[in-house]
């Protein structure tokens, strides 16, 4: 009879993004840009004609006839990983989050399209057994290594008409592309009787999907209150997969699973005060619980986001340079889709922003500083904090101004 003993549970952690990615599609990414990321990561009652807003396609009516506008972010990453013995291991990595873009085809419609996140994964990390034969009472080391990359990239095309002044309707249609690969290999570093296994398992996504988003927006008197609301559509994704395992030979596992994208909701309320201050409050909920993963719908479960955000200006189009900054904070709270030793776990966060504006232009370059926490030793093993800071551009310029010749 052979019996596997834990050695170290955690150790040995090498480039290391995040372990939690391990699981399901790795970890599901914001598709909030530029000054929303500093606010908690709110879009679905943001309504402001000098921003895109991805998350809420009924936003894009909002922008001005004469505009074009640009938003590209980039941001770096400090995750600090614990087990609750070893001290905290420290990682960064830098990447480049979106790229977007939004114009006015006529009076009341407008279209924004651009490259967005879905998902991402990274981890490295490694456990160790002791392998005990109590048939010949001896032992043998066991090295288990798990390795992740890759992630989905969703490419959006979005258009949103305005009706009666007040409503506003929009759609998202977006094709979801990349590539997740999972690798794990068992070794025996002192026994060369045990054969070595390495197994990898590749996703490739290729799938369209789409999403409607509605927004009201009312006058009063200075003030404009907003309140949004989106709706994912539950769809088939198309994602194949592929177990290669080798030990003395390679075989290859292509058997074709089912995989859903779940309904999605999405609901907002803003207000905002003349050009001072802007308030928002933003509830997610996503039914993992019933979107087939593997042919299974017991893997995944329903999760759900609560988002709230703060923007203050102390005086907009004063001719002092510092007068028209935007201070932003935010918070996040929320609860994961996946499963780690059968035990879900809470995510939180903490968002504080600047938004700088050029000089003698609506341009704005938006830096935003962000504190995230996840994980409990008790439940699921590793606790994980995260500093996230970035910077993104936005370029927001009258280009057709027709040009009168004297």
């Not at 009924?58 to 001290?87: C, E, P, R």
């Not at 991402?120 to 057994?129: C, F, K, L, N, P």
């Not at 232009?361 to 830096?367: A, C, F, G, K, P």
């Amino acid at each position: 009879m052979t019996v596997f003993v834990p050695l170290l549970a955690f150790a040995d952690n090498l480039n290391i993004a995040s372990p939690y990615s391990r699981y399901g599609y790795g970890d599901i990414l914001p598709t909030s840009v530029g000054a929303e990321k500093s606010m908690g990561g709110l879009g679905y009652g943001i309504r402001d004609h000098r921003v895109i807003n991805p998350m809420n396609p009924a936003s894009y009516s909002s922008i001005d006839s004469l505009t074009f506008m640009m938003n590209v972010g980039v941001s770096g990453t400090v995750n600090g990983l614990t087990d609750g013995q070893t001290k905290p291991y420290n990682q960064f990595r830098g990447r480049v989050d979106y790229v977007a873009f939004q114009f006015p085809l006529y009076k009341s419609l407008g279209l924004s399209f651009g490259l967005l996140p879905f998902s991402s994964v990274g981890y490295q990390y490694s456990s160790t057994y002791q392998l005990k034969d109590e048939e010949f009472s001896d032992a043998s080391t066991v090295k288990q290594t798990f390795m992740g990359t890759g992630g989905f990239t969703q490419v959006y095309l979005g258009l949103s008409y305005d009706i009666m002044n007040r409503v506003a309707i929009g759609v998202n249609g977006k094709f979801m592309f990349g590539k997740i690969e999972h690798d794990r290999r068992v070794s025996f570093p002192d026994n060369p009787l045990y054969t070595s296994t390495a197994q990898s398992h590749i996703m490739n996504a290729s799938t369209f999907l789409c999403d409607v988003g509605l927004q009201y927006h009312q006058p009063i008197k200075k003030d404009v209150l907003t309140v949004g609301a989106t709706y994912s559509f539950k769809l088939p994704m198309n994602i194949s997969s592929q177990i290669v395992t080798m030990t003395n030979k390679e075989a290859v596992n292509t058997t074709g699973y089912d995989f859903d994208f779940p309904n999605t909701v999405g609901v907002g309320v803003s207000y905002k005060m003349k050009e001072m201050l802007l308030l928002g409050v933003d509830f997610e909920w996503r039914d993992w619980s019933n979107a087939r993963y593997f042919s299974c719908t017991d893997t995944l479960k329903t999760t759900y986001r609560v988002a709230f955000g703060v923007e203050y200006c102390y005086k907009y189009g004063s001719k002092r340079y510092t007068d028209n900054f935007r201070y932003r904070i935010g918070a996040k709270y929320g609860r994961s889709y996946a499963q780690i030793n059968g035990n879900r776990y809470n995510e939180f966060g903490v968002t504080v922003g600047l938004g700088l504006p050029l000089r003698s232009s609506l341009t704005t370059i938006n830096v935003y500083f962000e504190y995230s926490h996840r994980g409990d030793v008790k439940t699921v093993g590793i606790v994980e904090d995260c500093f996230n800071f970035g910077i993104d551009v936005s370029l927001n310029e009258r280009w057709f101004v027709k040009r009168k010749l004297n």
